[in-house]
């Protein structure tokens, strides 16, 4: 029986992702220590990218379900030698209970999903972050209820998180609103993808209007580093800030998914305001992984 992998949002059905969501909320409020679905299961969890989130939730997730999790970085393994992704994910595979990558391209987590015999999932790639989007939505539902029929506005860059919110609206059924300064929208096939649920705006104010939820990430992630001073000048006009705020709707929230950059992609007074759930949102990581977990490797 070939196990079932979380590379993207669109492994999940809608019924799934609430059932997680729900999941989620309800490990969150009635944490009981005996409860040990993955004792001695063990997850190997393997980082190109550095991480805070996403290490430390997994790990502790593990940890409160009676497991344990591995650290692996390709400098301390084969993989950093060259040794074929293929015999890696075989190998390692064999040897553990489930895998999850932080890495670089989508291809890695995609091909080790294929040559795995344990679930995989995905940490995050240069395409999505479907982890973070568990969260996001846990976030919002326990705020105000399902996000069906909702407005997100999403403001910056068309990057693996707006992928991956593109997908959510999919999923879950609520309209995305993006704004993104030219050159730096998301893949179009994705964005095909989710059909009319997706609209874009040539400014943030106007992705705003009338939102329920607006959400932003730096305007350079990691390894994007060297394209800094140009990446300033393409979104000195998308920033979400009290404006912005102002033209969504009274109830409006505001996320962020860590790390932030204040005075940049949003003022300090966003961040730090009323509407921000940013730290609630960051916790979340650590609940809504664990019903995944459980989703993906408890006995069935």
């Excluded at 609630?280 to 650590?286: F, G, Q, V, W």
Aim: net charge negative; charged share 25%; with cysteine.
């Amino acid at each position: 029986m070939n196990p079932r992998h979380f590379i993207s949002l669109l492994d999940l059905t809608g019924e799934e992702f609430r059932y997680l969501i729900s999941r989620a909320i309800e490990l969150k409020n009635n944490r009981d220590p005996d409860y040990q679905p993955l004792k001695g299961q063990v997850l190997a969890m393997i980082f190109e990218k550095s991480s805070t989130r996403t290490r430390i939730s997994f790990e502790a997730g593990m940890t409160h379900f009676g497991g344990s999790a591995l650290f692996l970085s390709p400098r301390d393994t084969q993989l950093g030698r060259g040794e074929p992704l293929q015999d890696s994910a075989k190998v390692i595979s064999r040897m553990v209970d489930g895998i999850m990558l932080r890495t670089n391209k989508h291809e890695t987590v995609t091909t080790f999903a294929q040559h795995s015999h344990v679930p995989v999932i995905n940490g995050l790639t240069d395409q999505q972050h479907p982890c973070q989007l568990l969260a996001d939505m846990q976030t919002y539902f326990e705020h105000r209820g399902d996000i069906k029929g909702k407005t997100v506005a999403w403001i910056g860059d068309g990057n693996n998180m707006c992928h991956s919110y593109i997908h959510a609206a999919s999923v879950l059924d609520f309209k995305l609103h993006i704004a993104c300064p030219s050159g730096y929208q998301p893949v179009k096939a994705i964005v095909e993808s989710a059909g009319d649920r997706i609209r874009f705006f040539d400014t943030a104010l106007e992705a705003a209007k009338n939102s329920d939820l607006c959400v932003t990430d730096v305007w350079a992630s990691m390894g994007q580093e060297e394209e800094l001073k140009q990446r300033e000048h393409a979104f000195k006009d998308y920033q979400v800030n009290t404006a912005v705020m102002k033209a969504a709707n009274d109830r409006a929230l505001f996320m962020h998914c860590l790390p932030a950059h204040r005075g940049e992609e949003v003022s300090a007074n966003v961040i730090d305001g009323p509407q921000s759930v940013i730290f609630d949102e960051a916790e979340n990581r650590l609940h809504v992984q664990k019903a995944l977990l459980e989703f993906l490797m408890g006995k069935k």
